[in-house]
């Protein structure tokens, strides 16, 4: 959408003069403020000047594949690969290298297909600017700008290049970016007038000329530099508490190992080359090496379904941990609970003198028609263009805009400067309060300060209240109009007069209610927190479902005993009229005197220090640069539906991920034990080959995990892997006790079977083998499960694939002279595996119930519950309130657990840059492509 400028200004014709000389973008040239570039001359700059982004090291596919090489896990697969070269176990060694390459073929296909997916949803991520081209405003991509552009920065917006201040507000600028610096900086002022790429703008509006973009620019240079020399890896805690487990549990595996080595060699009998290969055998086994793939796959895929789906993207990997386990969500009224489309109430207009429509007139020309965004001024404007009368009034006086101070989340309020016929006159818009006495709450710093004359009228000012009053409790929101008949900056003892009331209605969203039963049924409790009136925030509450305990965040301000503020936060339902330091100090109080995950919601400058402090910072639809840069999650879709559906995603992600760890870890148990136990009482040793098809067959089989159904839990997901350890042990525990029992008692005793572990023969080995693979195959149907197994459905994909590696290994067991056993002990083992499976996950079930993790709640759909018919009763809300804090006391998170961890690695050489190569281990979704934008660094907790 464009809309046409006003008419230049002297000054601004002779800048538009003087931009003839040189070319365009080049060192001096001017641009015209008002008409901005020409497309030809777009063009010209940028062929001279290039696009404003900075390369990044794009990753070769081969690099991608190599990675899968390195690790942990592939590490000890090649040792076992150079240990049967030394020992010259040609066919031992050539399958290992085919498990390597396999695995990494594997492995990079999904890797590959997981960063496609989230390289798709980062183009979406890339910030917006007004542009002035061929004399039109339009919305441009930042990644579009050119050096000499004209440009309009707002607060809130990232500097999106090197700007020149040309016109507007004294920008307050944000460099902490740059200089490190608390304190924001004037520009223009003592620091020059040129606002530098990546800070951020705190306050005002005005217009400037891109100077320098791209890598010309001085954090695009830096970033460029830092870029080529390291990149950045985020690992969740959660990720880091299982990378530890699966380390430790291959760690205790190794010692296994090294006595199953020591024990053969004791053996005089056994050849050193045999010893090494059984050891061998035991190590393989205990490798799961896939465990990373999928729970890197899964998390990827899960954040590029949430993007696409759900319309929430993920800003880092970690969010995706933070999101599942949110027990309260601090979210503002305007644009997310509310449809944020207001409307003036033109009818209902309170103006104490003269006529009602001057009151739209004065709040027309304290508008700027540029912020197309902003649901306040397009709501006026939309009003006045649709007010022929207003229209005709303000022709008939003359007025005319000249200078702007736009909107400050601390002062509240805006001012504009008028012409009209020779006059002059100076227009406040904002909060009515700040535009009955700027001093109201205490003095802020705001250029200019006043008093209206009707302050000193008790009277007046009683009646005011009560209108006020009275339409915030119709569920109106107000803004405030007064005027001074001359120019201020001019005569700062000049009187102002209250004008009128402008009322506007904003409403609750159609599924804001339904949404917020939703997240309630998910035990997360919604605070609403507004900058709107108590008033209207308590009626916005009672109509969208929640407790009308809305408390003023003045309360918060004045309460000074800690204990009683901590407790006022905790039991309200939300607060209104607060500043961006209640919002903050709300977040904090929850987050760290809790311990509870909190989600905070968002959109302009002022609340980036807020959505920078909670766990789950979400920027909603349509929010500011500064906004964005500080949140985990950003909204595509407006209201609070999107939440719901990411908080729901982000609970199933995280089910499978902890499904496929305790099955995993369950297996290398249960093989390495039952493997070692095998050894060191019969000396019997599986071949080598066959536990390496066992576990390559078991890590390709478990790949349609990362694409598995799985329900999420009504309880939020924490970050607690004592129930997974403590599942996966009773797997092991049992799985390997039945084995030893089923060889030991049941096969040894039966001569039919041919299995006879002293010997240790064929037939023998290929009934072991036979009966692992189905142990280990079937374990994943009731490790996903929470409950009983028939009770979740797995994935058409999982269950075709276990099938086909169970089919598989029982034609190799038949029909391989190698695994070769008679049909009957086939038949047995089959038989046998299916009774332990079903004893099995009917034992999980009482296990998860001894150790606290039984009676899972789960959430079978992402759909929104049904609201009840009949409005609840505040007690009744009371009553429900309480059990959902029940729940939240139980879902604090450790102290230590309460930040994920960061690595780097130095990619000026090749390994690094391997090690580097994926988008989807790194942790962070990349913004298009475009460092400079992406100032998260500087502004995350």
């Known amino acids: ?319 995706l941990q933070d999101i599942a386990s949110m027990s309260i969500l601090c979210s503002d009224k305007t644009g997310t609970l509310t449809t944020a489309k207001m409307s003036i ?120 209240l009560e209108q006020d009053k009275a339409l915030s409790k119709a569920g109106y929101k107000t803004i405030a109009i007064s005027v001074c008949d001359a120019d201020y900056n001019e005569n700062p003892n000049a009187k102002w007069r209250f004008v009128g009331l402008l009322p506007m209605l904003d409403p609750p969203r159609v599924d804001t209610a339904q949404t917020i039963a939703s997240l309630h049924h998910a035990n997360i409790s919604v605070k609403m927190i507004t900058g709107d009136h108590v008033n209207v925030g308590k009626e916005t509450a009672r109509l969208i479902g929640l407790g009308t305990n809305i408390l003023p965040g003045e309360q918060i301000r004045l309460t000074t005993d800690k204990n009683v503020k901590n407790e006022l936060i905790w039991e309200a339902d939300g607060f209104a009229a607060v500043l961006p330091s209640d919002k903050r100090e709300v977040v904090m109080t929850l987050r760290n005197d809790y311990g509870i995950v909190c989600g905070m919601t968002g959109d302009g400058v002022n609340d980036a220090p807020a959505l920078s402090a909670a766990q789950v910072g979400i920027a909603v639809e349509g929010a500011t640069d500064a906004a964005k840069n500080a949140a985990d999650l950003i909204l595509t879709k407006s209201g609070l539906s999107p939440i719901y559906g990411a908080v729901i995603e982000s609970r199933r992600i995280f089910a499978k991920v902890k499904a496929y760890v305790v099955y995993r870890i369950a297996a290398s148990i249960t093989l390495v034990i039952t493997l070692s136990c095998i050894v060191f009482i019969s000396r019997c040793t599986v071949d080598s080959l066959m536990i390496i098809i066992l576990a390559l067959l078991n890590d390709i089989s478990m790949i349609p995990v990362a694409y598995d159904n799985a329900f999420a839990t009504r309880k939020p997901q924490m970050a607690n892997v004592l129930p997974l350890v403590s599942l996966s042990a009773f797997y092991g525990a049992i799985q390997t006790g039945i084995a030893l029992i089923y060889f030991y008692v049941i096969s040894n005793k039966s001569p039919e079977l041919e299995f006879d572990l002293k010997t240790c023969d064929g037939s023998t080995q290929g009934q072991i083998w036979l009966y692992l693979v189905l142990a280990t195959e079937l374990m994943i149907f009731s490790a996903r499960a929470p409950s009983f197994f028939w009770q979740s459905m797995p994935s058409l994909m999982l269950i075709v694939s276990v099938l086909a590696t169970v089919v598989l290994g029982i034609i190799l067991t038949l029909f391989i002279p190698k695994f070769g056993s008679p049909g009957k002990s086939v038949g047995f083992i089959i038989l046998a595996n299916v009774i332990v499976f079903l004893i099995v996950d009917m034992g999980k079930v009482g296990f998860r119930y001894m150790i606290g993790d039984g009676n899972v709640e789960v959430i079978k759909t992402s759909d929104l519950i049904e609201l009840p018919k009949e409005e609840e009763t505040e007690a009744t809300k009371a009553l429900k309130k309480r059990m959902r804090y029940e729940v939240h006391r139980g879902s604090v998170v450790a102290e230590e657990d309460r930040a994920p961890s960061v690595v780097s690695f130095d990619t000026s050489t090749l390994i690094g840059k391997i090690r580097a190569a994926s988008t989807v281990t790194d942790g962070f979704i990349k913004r298009g492509g475009k460092a400079s934008f992406d100032a998260r660094s500087s502004v995350r907790r």
């Open 1 to 319: 959408m464009s809309m046409k400028q006003p008419e230049a200004s002297l000054e601004d014709a002779e800048l538009g003069v003087a931009s003839g000389g040189g070319q365009p973008g080049s060192t001096g040239w001017v641009t015209d403020p008002v008409r901005g570039l020409t497309s030809a001359q777009v063009e010209t700059s940028r062929e001279l000047n290039g696009r404003n982004e900075i390369p990044r090291h794009v990753t070769p596919t081969w690099m991608l594949f190599a990675k899968q090489f390195i690790g942990f896990m592939p590490f000890l697969i090649e040792a076992a690969a150079i240990v049967s070269l030394a020992v010259e176990d040609w066919p031992d060694f050539g399958i290992i290298c085919a498990m390597l390459v396999i695995n990494a073929c594997i492995g990079f296909r999904e890797e590959y297909h997981a960063k496609m997916a989230l390289e798709e949803l980062s183009g979406s991520l890339e910030s917006e600017v007004v542009v002035m081209r061929d004399g039109m405003s339009k919305a441009l991509p930042v990644s579009e700008l050119v050096s000499g552009d004209v440009v309009m920065l707002v607060g809130g917006n990232v500097v999106p290049a090197d700007i020149k201040w040309l016109r507007g507000d004294v920008m307050s600028i944000d460099t902490a970016a740059l200089t490190g610096e608390p304190i924001p900086r004037k520009y223009p002022g003592e620091n020059g007038d040129v606002m530098l790429c990546g800070t951020t703008c705190r306050a005002g509006e005005c217009y400037g000329q891109c100077v320098a973009v791209g890598t010309h620019t001085e954090m695009g240079q830096a970033q460029a530099d830092v870029f080529a020399d390291k990149s950045t890896y985020v690992v969740s805690v959660f990720q880091a508490k299982i990378m530890t487990i699966v380390q430790v549990t291959v760690s205790c595996s190794l010692c296994l190992v090294i006595a199953v080595l020591v024990f053969e060699l004791l053996d005089p009998n056994v050849p050193t080359q045999e010893a090494i290969i059984a050891a061998l055998v035991i190590l393989i086994a205990a490798i799961p090496i896939a465990l990373p793939l999928v729970m890197q796959v899964v998390l990827a895929l899960g954040a590029s379904f949430l993007a696409k789906e759900h319309h929430a993207i993920v800003t880092s990997i970690p969010a």
């Open 345 to 464: 109430m033109v009818d209902s207009i309170y103006c104490p003198e003269g006529p009602a429509l001057e009151v739209l007139m004065y709040a027309f020309l304290s508008a700027n028609a540029d912020k197309k965004d902003d649901p306040i001024d397009k709501a006026i404007v939309t009003a006045f263009n649709d007010s022929t009368e207003a229209q005709d009034m303000l022709k008939a006086k003359g007025y005319k805009q000249t200078n702007l101070i736009g909107f400050n989340p601390e002062v509240k309020r805006v001012v504009a400067f008028v012409d009209h016929n020779g006059g002059k006159m100076t227009i406040a818009k904002g909060l009515v309060a700040k535009v009955l006495d700027t001093h109201a709450g205490g003095e802020d710093s705001g250029e200019h300060q006043w008093v209206v004359e009707q302050k000193k009228d008790n009277k007046f000012i009683e009646k005011l």
